[in-house]
């Protein structure tokens, strides 16, 4: 196939200024039809494929996440005229959030380092005790353990609301400008995990709900916008954490609609699973998607033509 000229396969882990001009200039100029006039409704929902997670130096980068993006665009450029819409969503954070160092103290006045795991037995007997919302914060961990059957981590800082980690990498931007442009196509933003007292994998729900904030319950209208595609393509960082929970909370909502389930596709070979010296995410990741397959859900390849 034959690529734009803005595109440079060599250039899609590295961080630059996007050609957006370039990119929606040559969108234009394509002879395509405009995705309005599609009768097959087809969706890519990218999944936080931002700067932190996928540049080899960004704070929570994930191994093999500049390969998974690279397939991406490519997946994109291959499929322009059959892809109706594309979504992102962007990961989104402040300082003081509850999975982060400075949420958390010991007595000595200690806070705890990235990838240290906080129970609910810490936090009773006194090991941590929160900074903020310290009642919510003691409950959380204990709702979390026996709601969402997690244990709190804690994270480096990441995808920082006005820093360059919390952008789309600039060749995945550049492409999906691209695709605006050529389908007349505006592409849909979610902003999640601004909450600061719950964590936010995936990118539908918070772990733990807040009812009283607009982002602190099940996100049903987007759910219910992408059943009415005929496929939405899933993919993005990290296929162990708000992949596997976006797509978790997609099995739940649709548990009793079969036909809905069918609709969904995972590229699984544009994702990969964060890096623990402890966890192995990545065969606790494919034990979940494995039970989801016999769910109904579809597992593929983005080299797999759209069925």
Not at 15 to 40: F, K, N, S
Not at 202 to 208: K, N
């Amino acid at each position: 196939m034959q690529f734009p000229d803005f595109y440079q396969p060599g250039r899609v882990g590295q961080l630059y200024q996007p050609d957006i001009p370039g990119a929606i200039e040559r969108g234009i100029a394509l002879d395509v039809a405009p995705a309005e006039e599609d009768q097959r409704r087809q969706m890519l929902l990218l999944v936080d494929c931002q700067v932190d997670f996928i540049h080899p130096q960004g704070s929570l980068s994930v191994p093999g996440a500049v390969d998974d993006t690279q397939r991406t665009v490519v997946w994109i450029f291959r499929n322009l005229g059959q892809l109706t819409t594309i979504a992102a969503s962007l990961d989104s954070h402040v300082p003081n959030q509850i999975f982060y160092p400075t949420w958390w103290v010991t007595d000595d006045g200690e806070h705890p380092a990235p990838y240290t795991v906080i129970t609910s037995d810490e936090v009773t007997s006194g090991q941590w005790t929160p900074i903020y919302e310290p009642e919510w914060s003691v409950d959380y961990v204990r709702r979390l353990e026996t709601q969402a059957k997690k244990q709190l981590m804690i994270w480096p800082y990441h995808t920082m609301i006005g820093s360059p980690g919390h952008n789309l990498m600039p060749a995945l931007y550049e492409a999906v400008v691209y695709h605006a442009a050529a389908r007349q196509a505006q592409p849909i933003f979610l902003p999640k995990g601004t909450i600061p007292k719950t964590e936010n994998y995936s990118i539908l729900e918070p772990e733990v709900k807040v009812p009283e904030l607009p982002q602190g319950q099940l996100n049903t209208g987007f759910l219910d916008m992408m059943a009415g595609y005929d496929r939405v393509y899933i993919t993005g960082q990290a296929k162990s954490h708000c992949v596997l929970e976006t797509v978790g909370s997609i099995m739940r909502y649709f548990a009793d609609q079969p036909d809905a389930i069918d609709r969904f596709h995972v590229l699984m070979d544009c994702t990969s699973s964060v890096a623990h010296p402890q966890i192995d995410f990545e065969a606790l990741a494919t034990e979940s998607y494995q039970a989801f397959a016999a769910q109904g859900l579809h597992l593929a390849k983005s080299t797999d033509p759209l069925d």
